[in-house]
């Protein structure tokens, strides 16, 4: 199955192409939703008095305060998150509760810290970029395997933030966090992949992808359930852990998509770049060699030891059955010696 994907490497390429315009798509149509650090507003958390549903305490302060913008999260133990995203008066906001509970704690952040907090976040970003396409270039002293792994990165960045489109998980500081993680589980897997085709020699392209692969998928793996096991515990046992449950989401569906990306469009970048550095090299020493040529060619490589020793014996067999020479030559030599010591006599 896997010299099958090998040899259809050129069609597996518009797979994760057709997942990252998908999720631009999605990002274009559904928007992408920012936390309150990041877009502006109030937040506060409150400690209330009587079990009251969180949905009951949303209507009732979008009406005190008359917007619609309010999100109410259950931290538990009676204690919930409000988010607002106009900024509010700390005390309009008190007045609202009307006697519902006790004000723990209120932060109001203006357009002017939100429009600083974004600018950081796309600084990091580019920054993280630049640095790993330096490292990578480093590395390995070839531009298109470090083209492979830059473009490999930036869709899993593009699959991620499509996907916290779809499952409404806000922009936030945790998110952006997960984000960058993201972009190092993405060149770890990536640097697997190009070490091994580019740097090892040992076997064949497909025996030494085959290996990365199996090593690659086994850590993606392992990731994404550990971070689907910290997903579920935190959205269902404890869901005032608002920051876990974002971050474990994210890397979830980036991992995923990093799967695709790696394995298939990178794999195929790879593989497309030894043929060209292969063929490259024929032409320039004038060799013409055609597949079936280079197929007998790896064949003869994988000749096991159990058909040499039958080349052996067969040879050793022929030898045997091979019949004497006749000894009449030697015979009339031997006769034309004799009779010229007579004749000398």
């Given at each position: 199955?896997?010299?099958?994907?090998?040899?259809?490497?050129?069609?597996l390429i518009i797979i994760p192409i057709i997942i990252t315009l998908l999720a631009l798509a999605c990002i274009t149509i559904n928007g992408l939703d920012q936390?309150?650090?990041?877009?502006?507003?109030?937040?506060?958390?409150?400690?209330?008095?009587?079990?009251?549903?969180?949905?009951?305490?949303?209507?009732?302060?979008?009406?005190?305060l008359g917007t619609s913008d309010v999100k109410v999260t259950n931290n538990g133990d009676n204690q919930v998150t409000v988010d607002l995203e106009s900024s509010?008066?700390?005390?309009?906001?008190?007045?609202?509760?009307?006697?519902?509970?006790?004000?723990?704690?209120?932060?109001?952040?203006?357009?002017?810290?939100?429009?600083?907090?974004?600018?950081?976040?796309?600084?990091?970003?580019?920054?993280?970029?630049?640095?790993?396409?330096?490292?990578?270039?480093?590395?390995?002293?070839?531009?298109?395997?470090?083209?492979?792994?830059?473009?490999?990165?930036?869709?899993?960045?593009?699959?991620?933030?499509?996907?916290?489109?779809?499952?409404?998980?806000?922009?936030?500081?945790?998110?952006?966090?997960?984000?960058?993680?993201?972009?190092?589980?993405?060149?770890?897997?990536?640097?697997?992949?190009?070490?091994?085709?580019?740097?090892?020699?040992?076997?064949?392209?497909?025996?030494?992808?085959?290996?990365?692969?199996?090593?690659?998928?086994?850590?993606?793996?392992?990731?994404?359930?550990?971070?689907?096991?910290?997903?579920?515990?935190?959205?269902?046992?404890?869901?005032?852990?608002?920051?876990?449950?974002?971050?474990?989401?994210?890397?979830?569906?980036?991992?995923?998509?990093?799967?695709?990306?790696?394995?298939?469009?990178?794999?195929?970048?790879?593989?497309?770049?030894?043929?060209?550095?292969?063929?490259?090299?024929?032409?320039?020493?004038?060799?013409?060699?055609?597949?079936?040529?280079?197929?007998?060619?790896?064949?003869?490589?994988?000749?096991?030891?159990?058909?040499?020793?039958?080349?052996?014996?067969?040879?050793?067999?022929?030898?045997?059955?091979?019949?004497?020479?006749?000894?009449?030559?030697?015979?009339?030599?031997?006769?034309?010696?004799?009779?010229?010591?007579?004749?000398?006599?």
């Open positions: 199955m896997f010299e099958k994907m090998m040899d259809s490497y050129k069609t936390g309150v650090e990041l877009k502006g507003g109030s937040q506060a958390v409150l400690q209330l008095n009587d079990n009251i549903s969180s949905i009951d305490l949303q209507n009732q302060l979008s009406h005190d509010v008066n700390s005390t309009t906001f008190a007045n609202a509760i009307k006697g519902e509970g006790k004000v723990i704690s209120f932060n109001s952040i203006g357009p002017v810290l939100s429009e600083e907090a974004m600018g950081q976040i796309y600084t990091a970003m580019i920054f993280a970029f630049l640095f790993m396409a330096v490292t990578v270039f480093i590395v390995f002293r070839e531009f298109v395997p470090s083209i492979g792994v830059i473009l490999a990165a930036l869709c899993d960045i593009i699959i991620a933030v499509g996907g916290m489109s779809l499952f409404n998980i806000p922009l936030s500081i945790a998110s952006v966090g997960a984000l960058l993680m993201l972009i190092g589980y993405s060149v770890d897997t990536d640097i697997l992949l190009t070490t091994r085709l580019l740097k090892r020699k040992e076997g064949t392209v497909v025996s030494r992808a085959k290996n990365a692969m199996e090593t690659g998928l086994t850590m993606s793996f392992a990731a994404i359930a550990a971070m689907a096991i910290l997903f579920i515990v935190t959205t269902i046992i404890m869901p005032e852990a608002t920051t876990l449950s974002s971050i474990a989401g994210v890397l979830v569906i980036g991992l995923c998509g990093d799967i695709f990306t790696t394995w298939f469009m990178n794999l195929a970048i790879l593989r497309r770049y030894i043929e060209w550095k292969h063929e490259r090299k024929m032409r320039k020493y004038g060799i013409k060699q055609s597949d079936d040529d280079s197929s007998s060619e790896e064949s003869k490589k994988e000749t096991t030891p159990s058909q040499g020793k039958n080349k052996n014996n067969n040879q050793s067999n022929k030898n045997k059955n091979k019949k004497p020479k006749s000894s009449k030559k030697s015979n009339k030599r031997k006769n034309k010696k004799s009779k010229n010591k007579k004749g000398g006599k």
